[in-house]
């Protein structure tokens, strides 16, 4: 029988700051006053601001979660929703076109 791999959010963030870096960006931890259910990371990158909710595996938003993320997105902002590993290289590829190698998605 095989055993179901649990991925904690701790894990997750560790990796995205891992990625991010990589590809010459930074990851800030945020804590809002009076807020609740705001994206727990902001991730800079050249040129791109994105807000960032992470889950570990059978996470799941929570409705007030939702609404503010729904908010954001209303105003023009970028959130990203991160439960896995491939779910950080398929957001920042998309964003920046590097692979989770760091490398153009061109080459070179």
Known sequence: MRRKFILREKDVEKYLSR???KVGG???KVSWTGRRGAPDRLILLPGKTI???LKGTGGRLAPHQAREIA?????GCVVWILWTKEDVDAA???IT???ATG???GGG
């Open 19 to 21: 990625r991010v870096k």
């Open 97 to 99: 076109g590097a692979d």
């Open 26 to 28: 930074e990851v800030r």
């Open 51 to 53: 807000w960032a909710e």
């Open 103 to 105: 490398s153009s998605a």
């Open 71 to 75: 908010r954001l997105e209303a105003a």
């Open 92 to 94: 920042i590829e998309n």
